[in-house]
């Protein structure tokens, strides 16, 4: 026995010294040899020393460069193991796991790396426009419009650039716009200015001053019930604290839309026009203002008026300058000889000529054009 040992010994050094080409048909052979119970205890211990050597032998082979799977495959890693039966000692081969792990990593990994990038385009900042107010942003944003869109490059050579140097406090604002509202220019003003009156002045237009005027004293001075009634719900949401001039200012614009559409007798319309004109937002398109289509419609030739769910598609070049763009449109339509007084207001001209042009415009106007332009007057201060 001890002999037969020792050769086993011997056989297991020269499998040390020289690799044996077929291993597992020798360890099959090895193993039927003798069927005594120390036998298969030696054999066994003789396999697993084998099984280390062959996991030592490939633990020495040089590491591959990893590759992605969909260039170079890699050879799945084969682990011997013994069967659990002693009688049995046939070999199973285990495919190693690890490549379709790895091909999961790598899937993870990918995911992974796409949303680090849609992070990081998401984090690259917009440009962001300040008050058209401010020195300088004019010119900025006039520059910015003719790259973005050279067709408005000869309008903004043509016309004077806009000013946008006068303000009003957000509720005289209002206040002016519903007193405006559906009248000529020169009927808006004569009811402004007794109202004004009534309040003691500009600076007396406060809400507790409005809600002091009864309809009857509001009547007496030209404004309508409707548009009293329209005057005395925004001062109520004041004095409620709805609204007020500092939380109007800090708004964002879609919050304020919201807000301010709150209030009877103000829409869409007029909340562009007061946010362009009176607390100078530069990213403003008034998508129902007749002369802002129209002039859109004459600069890309188009056959029919744009619809105004159509505006925002057409005018989205012009971020975040579309307020600029759009004064550029109404000194658009005013050159094609289709002048209004909104028009002409927000060229800077005076009251006195405003006067003289709303006596000599002697032509009939379409029903909607005074709703939707004339407005536009009580957002400026004209003084």
């Known amino acids: 026995m001890g002999e037969q040992t020792q050769g086993q010994g011997q056989t297991q050094t020269r499998t040390q010294n020289q690799p044996q080409p077929n291993q597992d048909s020798s360890s099959t052979s090895v193993t039927t040899t003798d069927s005594t119970t120390a036998t298969t205890a030696t054999v066994a211990t003789a396999t697993i020393a084998q099984v280390t050597l062959t996991e030592s032998e490939l633990s020495n082979v040089p590491s591959q460069t990893y590759s992605p799977p969909s260039k170079i495959p890699s050879r799945p890693r084969k682990i011997r193991k013994l069967s659990p039966d002693p009688n049995n000692s046939q070999i199973v081969v285990v495919e190693n796991p690890k490549p379709t792990t790895t091909v999961a990593s790598t899937s993870k990994t990918t995911g992974r790396t796409n949303k680090n990038v849609q992070q990081r385009a998401q984090m690259i900042p917009r440009m962001v426009a300040r008050s058209l107010s401010c020195e300088g942003e004019v010119e900025i944003a006039l520059r910015y419009l003719r790259n973005a869109d050279p067709l408005l490059a000869p309008l903004i050579d043509i016309h004077q650039p806009p000013t946008f ?7 005289l604002a209002l206040t002016r716009s519903i007193l405006y509202q559906q009248l000529a220019y020169k009927a808006g003003t004569s009811i402004y200015t007794r109202f004004i009156a009534l309040c003691g002045g500009e600076a007396g237009v406060l809400p507790e001053t409005v809600l ?48 301010l559409t709150m209030v009877n007798g103000i829409g869409s319309w007029s909340v562009h026009m007061f946010m362009i004109f009176s607390l100078h937002r530069p990213d403003v398109l008034p998508i129902n203002d007749l002369g802002v289509r129209k002039g859109v419609q004459l600069l890309y ?24 763009a759009s004064w550029y449109m109404w000194r658009f339509v005013e050159a094609k000889g289709t002048p209004s007084s909104a028009v002409a207001v927000a060229t800077g001209a005076s009251l006195q000529q405003q006067q003289q042009h709303q006596q000599e415009q002697q032509q009939p106007q379409h029903p909607s054009q005074p709703q939707l332009l004339d407005p536009i007057n009580s957002m400026f201060n004209l003084g």
């Open 165 to 171: 140097d006068n303000f009003h406090t957000p509720f």
């Open 212 to 259: 002091a005027l009864t309809p009857q004293q509001l009547r007496q001075i030209g404004v309508s019930g409707r548009k009293a009634s329209y005057l005395h719900d925004l001062a109520r949401k004041y004095q409620n604290g709805i609204l007020s001039d500092s939380a109007i200012v800090n708004m964002d614009d879609k919050s304020l839309f919201t807000m």
């Open 301 to 324: 030739n188009l056959e029919e008026l744009p619809r105004p769910s159509q505006m925002d598609q057409l005018c989205d070049k012009w971020r975040p300058y579309r307020s600029v």
